[in-house]
């Protein structure tokens, strides 16, 4: 089955460190990935993608995320967090040949100051 | 362009009501989505489509109907409700089904007592 996995329920890291959000997937093919940000009672918003191309994407907010096709993994990245980085962030992969987007189930991000 | 909106923002309803969830966009994209979110169990598709007459099932279909008769509104429809259904509900719409980034509304919070 087709899958995307988003090991840590929650990161928390101080302000001015990196941060790192961790997302594997399992799915046949070469994948679309995608990585959004979700406010508290907000919806979900686009931070980056990849489709094809350099391995290292950037994105909004100063996130850029890494792809690795040997590991399967699409890890968030961003090299200073700021407090108000804080969200709820979710991996999700399209497969090539399919219409549906799968979401991993989320990891909380908490920034401390 | 004031992107996909939802109505209403909040609503409860008894066991066995029926109700439209209404969601609209104005970016003339046609691919929409529906997604319900549960906690700890990220976004999860219900129904979609990739163009005005054109649906398809996502993952958890059943209690649930659509229709796009236009490209700008696609409504979702509860038949009987049930406190299973009790969740967060987003709409997404992107200008195709494959590499192209998702635009999700504020979502509806529905409460089936």
Sequence with gaps: ??????????????EG???????TYSVSGNPYLFWYVQYPNRGLQFLLKYITGDNLVKGSYGF??????SQTSFHLKKPSALVS?????????????GTALIFGKGTTLSVSS | NAGVTQTPKFQVLKTGQSMTL???????????????????MGLRLIHYSVGA?????????????????????????????????TSVYFCASSYGPTGYEQYFGPGTRLTVT
């Design chain 1, 85 to 97: 980085d804080s969200a709820l962030y979710f991996c999700a992969v399209r497969p090539q040949a």
């Design chain 1, 64 to 69: 850029e995320a890494e792809f690795n096709k």
């Design chain 1, 17 to 23: 460190n990196p941060l790192t959000v961790k997302c």
């Design chain 2, 53 to 85: 007459g054109i649906t398809d099932q996502g993952e958890v279909p059943n209690g649930y109907n659509v229709s796009r008769s236009t490209t700008e509104d696609f409504p979702l429809r509860l038949l009987s409700a049930a406190p299973s259904q």
């Design chain 1, 1 to 14: 089955a087709q899958s995307v996995a988003q090991p840590e329920d929650q990161v928390n890291v101080a």
């Design chain 2, 22 to 40: 209404q969601c609209a966009q104005d970016m003339n994209h046609e691919y929409m989505s529906w997604y319900r979110q549960d906690p700890g």
